[in-house]
Nanobody, 128 residues
Framework: QVQLVESGGGFVQAGGSLRLSCAASGLTFSTYDMGWFRQAPGKEREFVAA????????YYVDAVKGRFTISRDNAKNTVYLQMNSLKPEDTAVYYC?????????????????????WGQGTQVTVSS
């Protein structure tokens, strides 16, 4: 049974930082691309960042470039999202997701529907 468990969310003032973690089990983690998505109230789930199976390629939505950093530790089956200079518009539930794409020669996916497994989400609230 695949499980993705996010942690690290919370309440922070604008300009602050948080580090999200996503611990994976039940899958061969090192063969999966990992993505972070977020969903604000009344909005659709949107792509935030992704990292390929080996960790050598990372991708970000323009809104977080230069502020967020995605990384992974395949020995610990964990993916991270370091979030700096947080803004009120970053407030959302953040989800990690797993997709087996680039290791089989397909391009990295950025749409939620393309991801196979999802965590339960962790709330991030940024006050102004």
């Amino acid at each position: 049974q695949v499980q993705l468990v996010e942690s690290g969310g919370g309440f922070v003032q604008a300009g602050g930082s948080l580090r999200l973690s996503c611990a994976a089990s039940g899958l061969t983690f090192s063969t999966y691309d990992m993505g972070w998505f977020r969903q604000a109230p009344g909005k659709e789930r949107e792509f935030v960042a992704a990292i390929n199976w080996g960790g050598g390629s990372t991708y970000y939505v323009d809104a977080v470039k230069g502020r967020f950093t995605i990384s992974r530790d395949n020995a610990k089956n964990t993916v991270y999202l370091q979030m700096n200079s947080l803004k009120p518009e970053d407030t959302a539930v953040y989800y990690c997701a797993a997709d087996r794409a680039t290791i089989i020669g397909q391009p990295m996916n950025f749409t939620p529907a393309s991801y196979d497994y999802w965590g339960q989400g962790t709330q991030v609230t940024v006050s102004s």
